[in-house]
């Protein structure tokens, strides 16, 4: 029978994703309404090795639902990785009691609570904290939705300008290693093409595509480029483009970390509330090494193993809908 559970320690680690806040706060109420003790780890990882740990009541987190980042900080721990972090970190949590943790974050959050209880024997619950969607075991990871809002908002003013000036846009969106955020950013607000790391980017397919707009008479044209495209950045496709295609006046905008910030969305909000009880209800059960993850809209508990070895395939549909679309 495993062991009941009366201290949660929660934290976020990895890059920051809009909703945070919010999963935390369903977090913490759902711990202090099942009985359990609720404590904060400040920092993620390294919070945790450093003893940043304190107790949270529910007015700890009132008002922060609407918030972006996340009040518990975050951060990326090198020590953590070693034998001697992760023993400091376990008697940290030894010494405030902590007996169950919830973790908010990505791959490697996962990977290091995995590597943790086989150590350390505290039981994890993951949740997808990541802005790129690429987590397996999850329709959507927790700050998605809010990410690719606020660059389909910033590709909307761009558009407007584009098309003032007869202007050929290229835009880069985060996403070194998946094209969630430019396949949806760029089919929300019609780009011409979607460039993503998953496929190969042929440079030769790319002219004959502005060229035929151009004979179009298309006024302005925008291209999403999601940072980890094979053929280049932004800014060096532009290069490339600006060499064989002189008819347009080419910029290039790099969106940037503003798709980390901001006030999440209605659905981020609901879905970092549902995940945050569920994954408190599931360590109070017995359940271990696991992450809390949406699939098709109900909760589903997938393996750290599978998670962190498994990668979330991107809808190759949605690429060619873009092609169609644009066409």
Known sequence: MAKKIK????????????GMNACIRAIVRTGIYEGANMFGIYRGYDGMIDGEITP??????SNIIQRGGTILKSARSERFMTQAGRKKAAAQLRKHKIDGIVAIG?????????????????????????????????????????????AMQAIDKIR?????????????????????????????????????PETKTYMEDLIQKLETGWKRQKTSSIIIVAEGDDAGGAYEIAKKVKEKFSHYEIKVSILGHMQRGGSPTCFDRVLGGRLGAAAVQALLQGRQNEMAGMVNGKVKFTPFS?????KLEIQKDLLALGDILAS
Do not use: C, Q
């Open 56 to 61: 949270m009541d529910s007015k700890s987190v």
């Open 7 to 18: 201290n949660i320690g929660v934290f976020t680690s990895g890059g920051d994703a809009p």
């Open 160 to 196: 407007d300008t584009a098309d003032s000036h007869n202007r050929l846009f290229f835009i880069e969106v985060m996403g070194r290693d998946a094209g969630f955020i430019a396949t949806w950013s760029g089919l929300a607000s019609g780009a011409e093409a979607i460039l993503v």
């Open 106 to 150: 990505g791959n490697g959050t996962f990977t290091g609570a995995e590597i943790f209880l086989k150590e350390h024997h505290i039981p994890f619950i993951g949740i997808p904290g990541t802005i790129d969607n690429d987590l397996y075991g999850t329709d959507f990871t927790l700050g998605f939705d809010t990410a690719v809002n606020t």
């Open 306 to 310: 599978k998670a962190i070895r498994h």
